[in-house]
């Protein structure tokens, strides 16, 4: 039997129960998740990380999609969160709470308000007998570098078409966002040799030539500041690639040669660049820093890359959102998400969502009541105009 369908609140309290931090598996809020949606007319596929400990789903509602046409609506949400571990949270993070205008908890604008409006209206929709398909891809490990989006897409058959017109759901206010920029995060680990420092001389600093390889970073990012990029003029406040370290992690003790270091940096890739020339920057000038040090190695690797987002404008989903939300203007966002990968399976994908990004990732995280209703109605009106 079918199980009843929550209201959003109701269920965005259940998806919000789970501490689906990106350092645990999401095993348990995909499960709930699919036994919600067990229903006549949804169909659940599960699509487990390589290690299994975590699962991507694809949800089906309608026909399958037509590969002439590949009309219908599809709606995307990560199901992980970031830690909340902060000590101002006012109260229990995994406990959806209300405070009048607000619905506070982990995850409740980043992401699972949208989730439980997305996995409503597939519920819904499930004994409509849609013309068109509504599908819903439910990733893991966006916030840890859009992981489960980049599996999807590498493992999605490019012969099984997913419907063209696609939004992901990450807060934007009700923004329609058509661009952002994507997050290469790099790593360089440097090796020297370990020994007690009243006889330097038997050992070789790894934290010396680090911090020259840092300065190096610095000077690069000076000179990326300068560059011209496509699509500027869509980023006023950071016009430019942004490099930031953000992380360096070496030594044990005040009395040891440290050993080894790690330096841990990120480089935010505009519309329209490629990932790869900046990677080798960064490699070429970590490596000329560290060259003059005997005894040291380096290894420089790419941990993950988000590419960034573009699409046309000029598309009949971006016109209906900009119609519907007086909206005129581009928006764009400096942040990554999982479009930037599910564009790769042929997608025109929107960032569109209810929340404001400025309150994710923070303690007392929420999302306005009356924001999340409007939300609601919005994407279930969206399912009726593509797919109903």
Same mark, same amino acid.
């Given at each position: 039997? &079918?199980h009843a369908?929550?209201? =959003?609140?109701?269920?965005?309290?259940?998806l919000v129960?789970?501490?689906?931090?990106?350092?645990?598996?999401?095993?348990?809020?995909?499960?709930?998740?699919?036994d919600?949606?067990?229903r006549?007319?949804?169909v659940?596929?599960r699509?487990?990380?390589p =290690?299994?400990? *975590?699962?991507?789903?694809?949800v089906?509602?309608?026909?399958?999609?037509? +590969?002439?046409t590949?009309?219908?609506l599809?709606?995307s949400?990560?199901?992980? !969160?970031?830690?909340?571990?902060?000590p101002?949270?006012?109260?229990?993070?995994?406990?959806?709470?209300?405070?009048?205008?607000?619905?506070?908890?982990?995850g409740?604008?980043?992401? *699972?308000?949208?989730?439980a409006?997305?996995?409503? &209206? @597939?519920?819904?929709?499930?004994?409509q007998g849609?013309?068109n398909?509504?599908v819903?891809?439910?990733?893991?490990?966006?916030?840890i570098?859009?992981i489960?989006?980049h599996?999807?897409?590498?493992?999605w058959?490019?012969?099984?078409?997913?419907?063209?017109?696609?939004?992901?759901?990450?807060?934007? $206010?009700l923004? !329609?966002?058509r661009?952002? *920029?994507g997050?290469? *995060?790099m790593?360089a680990t440097?090796?020297?040799?370990?020994?007690?420092?009243?006889?330097p001389h038997?050992g070789?600093?790894?934290?010396e030539?680090?911090?020259?390889?840092?300065?190096a970073?610095?000077?690069?990012?000076e000179?990326?500041l300068?560059e011209?990029?496509?699509?500027a003029?869509?980023?006023p @406040?950071?016009?430019?690639?942004?490099?930031n370290?953000?992380?360096?992690?070496?030594?044990?003790?005040?009395?040891?040669?440290?050993?080894?270091?790690?330096?841990e940096?990120? %480089?935010?890739?505009?519309?329209?660049?490629?990932?790869?020339?900046?990677?080798r920057? @960064?490699?070429?000038a970590?490596e000329?820093a560290v060259a003059?040090s005997p005894?040291?190695?380096?290894?420089? /690797?790419v941990?993950c890359?988000s590419?960034?987002l573009?699409?046309? /404008?000029n598309?009949?989903?971006?016109s209906?959102?900009?119609?519907?939300?007086?909206?005129? @203007?581009?928006?764009?966002?400096?942040?990554a998400?999982?479009?930037?990968? %599910?564009?790769e399976c042929?997608l025109?994908?929107?960032?569109?969502?209810?929340?404001?990004?400025e309150v994710?990732?923070?303690?007392?995280?929420?999302? +306005?009541?009356?924001?999340?209703?409007?939300g609601?109605?919005?994407?279930? $009106?969206?399912?009726?105009?593509?797919?109903?």
């Amino acid at each position: 039997m &079918a199980h009843a369908i929550l209201s =959003d609140s109701e269920l965005l309290a259940r998806l919000v129960a789970f501490d689906s931090t990106s350092c645990n598996s999401n095993l348990p809020i995909a499960d709930f998740i699919c036994d919600y949606l067990d229903r006549p007319g949804v169909v659940v596929e599960r699509l487990p990380s390589p =290690d299994g400990d *975590k699962v991507n789903l694809a949800v089906f509602v309608g026909p399958a999609v037509d +590969p002439e046409t590949v009309d219908g609506l599809l709606l995307s949400g990560h199901m992980d !969160v970031v830690p909340a571990t902060e000590p101002e949270w006012q109260s229990d993070p995994f406990a959806l709470t209300d405070t009048g205008d607000r619905l506070v908890g982990r995850g409740a604008c980043d992401m *699972k308000g949208f989730d439980a409006i997305a996995i409503n &209206a @597939a519920a819904e929709a499930a004994d409509q007998g849609l013309r068109n398909p509504l599908v819903l891809v439910l990733t893991y490990d966006e916030e840890i570098g859009t992981i489960g989006a980049h599996d999807f897409a590498q493992a999605w058959p490019r012969d099984r078409p997913l419907p063209r017109r696609a939004i992901i759901g990450e807060p934007t $206010s009700l923004d !329609v966002v058509r661009m952002h *920029k994507g997050h290469l *995060k790099m790593r360089a680990t440097l090796r020297g040799q370990e020994a007690h420092s009243g006889y330097p001389h038997l050992g070789r600093s790894a934290i010396e030539p680090a911090a020259r390889a840092v300065t190096a970073l610095a000077e690069l990012r000076e000179t990326l500041l300068t560059e011209p990029c496509p699509h500027a003029e869509h980023f006023p @406040a950071v016009p430019f690639v942004a490099l930031n370290v953000g992380i360096v992690r070496g030594g044990s003790a005040v009395n040891v040669v440290p050993a080894r270091c790690d330096i841990e940096l990120g %480089l935010r890739i505009l519309p329209g660049m490629a990932a790869e020339p900046y990677a080798r920057r @960064a490699t070429e000038a970590i490596e000329h820093a560290v060259a003059g040090s005997p005894g040291v190695s380096v290894e420089v /690797e790419v941990v993950c890359s988000s590419p960034p987002l573009l699409t046309d /404008e000029n598309n009949d989903l971006c016109s209906h959102l900009y119609g519907l939300r007086e909206q005129s @203007a581009t928006v764009s966002a400096s942040y990554a998400t999982d479009a930037g990968w %599910l564009q790769e399976c042929g997608l025109d994908c929107l960032i569109f969502g209810p929340g404001n990004i400025e309150v994710a990732h923070k303690p007392n995280e929420g999302i +306005p009541k009356d924001e999340f209703r409007q939300g609601g109605e919005i994407f279930r $009106s969206l399912v009726t105009r593509y797919c109903a």
